[in-house]
């Protein structure tokens, strides 16, 4: 089995085995490897309400917290930079929140990137920072110095976005 999984496997890719599959296909896209011993690791992993389960509640109760979200952004969209920070326990629905205002917006508004803070990262600092500049300029983890120095480059001489 571990001869064809890895006969099927793209150079630097992940191959996973048939029994494998039904295990991270909520989480990871997959598709079929080039043998038929199983399958390749095609797209990154999927979080939060990306990753399926059940369907959303209703959501209700937070029309003052979606309307300082857009009157932040109409400030940033008149040149009046924003930083918001949004903080609460577990499960009460910060997430939820921005999902509910992305989704209100439209996709031809603003650009959004987003990350998440991991209790095991705490000694990188900044790393949040860090991470959303990669995925702002298409840097990659592995990426040379010189191509990360180029890819920073040619982006701050792009006409900046609106938000």
Known sequence: MLDALLAGAPTGGIALSAATAPHVEWRFELAPGESDAGFRLIGPERSGFDAGGSPLSRFMGRNRDLAVLGDRLVRAENGHGQIIGIVGEPG????????????????????????????????????????????????????????VADALHAGLRRRPARC
Do not use: H, W
């Open 92 to 147: 009460v629905g910060k997430s939820r929140l921005l999902r509910e205002f992305r989704q209100g917006l439209g996709r031809e508004r603003v650009r959004f990137l987003t990350d998440r803070c991991l209790p095991s990262a705490t000694a990188i600092p900044y790393l949040p920072v860090v991470d959303l500049v990669r995925t702002a300029f298409g840097i990659s983890d592995v990426d040379p110095v010189d191509s």
